[in-house]
């Protein structure tokens, strides 16, 4: 008899499990022997991931440096046009032809936005089973797993592939549009797993803690900040997930008109260059970028000497970005329009920026 490989004898435990999970009704009693089984599906799918990539396709897959202030993917089926798109946007000269698997490696270009400078990634169409390796798909998704957005792109012709890619995905670890989860969990030498939540959570606490113990915390403290769900539980016990936000554009509107389900959805035609403001707005929007501009001591305050910053950072940050010594040296600022209650007012530097502020160290 043959002796079975160890993957296909791993593959036939999440079945079995899969299994298990499917006929096993849920409910309050049954809800921590699920979770239980959940966890152990995670581990399981993970290493045979591992497993996958370890095979891979020899060369390890691709190396693209990231550079400027954030990195995007043109993620889609073939032919869509996403060469297309960015050879519009940055200065690439990816290839485009009207046949599939035109781009069989990463193109990497420059898109330069309000100041900012966002690299754009274009990368070989994603077909189904990509994630088992089709198609170079295993270095696609670990280009995808580094970015920043994704621009999740379709065509007139292929408005249902979006859908598939999301959940492609979501089965590879990587959550789209989602935040990760206000939870931390730590090690403890003993004492069990204890549980604190200010908020009431469905899941009860027995389903916390037996998967807690699964993933190898047993002595443990997990602290919840939102309530959660089964899947979220799931997640941050396990070590490939990614959080990143994504944009859905449908491209070759200059082929037909359609009606779109989802509103949120770009229409552009990369070809005769429609939409692309808007998206490019989107992007710069969606990635929080904003500027912020330097007053310098002998100048009038104006919009020159624009800075690129994202939403949530204060003016300290500003600070570092000019120089760690310079941040050493000021410990209050002056800022005039966005923020400002009155022109020149005076803050410190804990103040959180704006698009449109000025500001002068002092
Ligand atoms: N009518 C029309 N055709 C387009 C548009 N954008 C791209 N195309 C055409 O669609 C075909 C595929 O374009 P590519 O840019 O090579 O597509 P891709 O998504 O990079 O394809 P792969 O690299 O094979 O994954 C080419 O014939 C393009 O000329 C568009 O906005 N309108
Ligand atoms: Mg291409």
């Not at 009693?29 to 089984?37: F, K, N, P, R, V």
């Not at 193109?107 to 400078?117: C, F, L, T, V």
């Not at 929007?285 to 624009?306: A, G, H, I, M, Q």
Request: contains cysteine.
């Amino acid at each position: 008899m043959v002796k079975m490989r160890e993957e296909d004898a791993i593959k036939m435990r999440i079945k079995r499990i899969e299994k298990e999970i499917r006929d096993t009704p849920y409910h309050k009693a049954t809800e921590h022997h699920i979770g239980m089984l959940r966890a152990k599906l995670s581990k399981l799918k993970d290493q045979v991931e591992l497993k996958q990539s370890k095979k891979g396709g020899g060369g390890g897959g691709y190396a693209v440096k990231k550079q400027g202030d954030a990195t995007i993917v043109l993620v889609g089926p073939p032919s869509v046009g996403k060469s297309t798109l960015i050879n519009k946007l940055t200065n690439a000269k990816s290839k485009i032809a009207p046949y599939a698997f035109t781009t069989v490696t990463v193109i990497p270009g420059m898109m330069e936005y309000k100041d900012a400078r966002i690299q754009i990634l274009d990368v070989p169409g994603l077909i189904d089973e990509a994630e088992k390796g089709k198609g170079r798909g295993k270095e696609v998704l670990s280009v995808i797993r580094g970015s920043d957005l994704l621009i999740l792109m379709c065509d007139v012709e292929n408005t249902d592939k979006v859908p598939r890619i999301k959940n492609m995905l979501e089965n590879s670890g990587i959550r789209i549009d989602k935040t990760h989860p206000d939870i931390t969990i730590e090690k403890k030498l003993k004492g069990g797993t204890r549980i604190i939540s200010n908020i009431k959570q469905d899941l009860g606490k027995e389903t916390i803690k037996e998967v807690a113990k699964e993933f190898g915390y047993g002595n443990s403290e997990v602290t919840l900040r939102q309530k959660i769900d089964m899947d979220q539980l799931i997640d941050i016990f396990s070590r490939n997930r990614v959080y990143i936000p994504s944009i859905t554009v449908m491209n070759k509107s200059d082929l037909k008109n359609i009606k779109l389900d989802d509103p949120k959805t770009l229409k552009i035609s990369a070809e005769k260059g429609k939409g692309l403001d808007k998206l490019k707005e989107k992007i710069y929007k969606d990635l929080k970028f904003l500027r912020v501009f330097l007053v310098r001591t002998d100048e009038k305050p104006s919009y020159s000497n624009p800075i690129v910053m994202k939403e949530g950072d204060t003016l300290k940050d500003v600070a570092i970005k000019i120089g760690e010594d310079f941040a050493e040296e000021h410990e209050r600022a002056k800022i005039w329009e966005s923020g400002a209650k009155f022109p020149g007012q005076e803050v410190s530097l804990t103040t959180e920026v704006l698009e449109g502020m000025q500001v002068r160290f002092i």
